[in-house]
């Protein structure tokens, strides 16, 4: 199973950004994002996978 949130926090790291920087680009708060990075992994459907298709568009 894929963790996307390690995935997207990486990214993060390697654009030189943060998850406030990215919270504030989804139009949500950071511990939202914070939240659905750490609590839920990629193939389990829902809001983790609607969160990686908007922040895919940012990073």
């Known amino acids: 199973m894929i ?4 995935l997207i926090r990486e990214e993060l790291d390697r ?7 990215l919270a504030k680009q989804l139009g949500r708060s950071r511990s939202v994002v914070y ?12 809001r983790c996978e ?3 298709h ?3 568009r940012f990073l």
């Open 35 to 46: 939240r659905l990075c750490c609590e839920q992994q990629f193939g389990h459907g829902g």
């Open 54 to 56: 908007l922040a895919s």
């Open 50 to 52: 609607h969160l990686a």
């Open 15 to 21: 654009q030189g950004r943060s998850v406030g920087w």
């Open 3 to 6: 963790h996307i949130g390690q």
